[in-house]
DNA sequence: GAAATGACTTTCA
DNA sequence: CTGAAAGCCATTT
């Protein structure tokens, strides 16, 4: 119970509205590379800490990821991205040019247009 | 202590 | 972009 500890703060540092992929919280955790890791720490937490926005964690490609355990949790994780402003692409994906979560960028500053 | 598992990422084609 | 394979290493039993 220690790296977890370092996911939950950056998972409970993610703003509203935005989501972060596992590398990136991973990296931003002091982690790099334990994106597994991560995910494995949030598959054990959701099951007994519900203070962590979780579901603004997202794979690389912007979707939803999920054990075959949780089965169906992933519709609860789409419908709280919803929740939170988020849309989602033709296939469950977001689009992390605009969703993904910029710690840098303090606001909306400098948003160099992507396309 | 050792083996098995795992919500992923990155690189090559 | 998508698809496939290898790497990663803490947690769990």
Redesign the pocket.
Known sequence: ????EQIYAIVCQIPPGKVA????V?TLAN?P??????????????SMADDIP??R?????GE???????RG??YL?RSLLEAEGIEFGD?D?INLRQYLWQPLASGDFGEAGGT
């Open positions: 119970m220690s790296v977890y992929t596992y590398g990136q991973a982690l590379g334990r994106a597994r890791l991560v995910g494995y720490a949030l598959y054990r937490v959701d979780w579901h964690v997202v794979n690389a490609k939803i990821s999920h054990s075959p355990q949780r949790t992933d994780q296939r994906n």
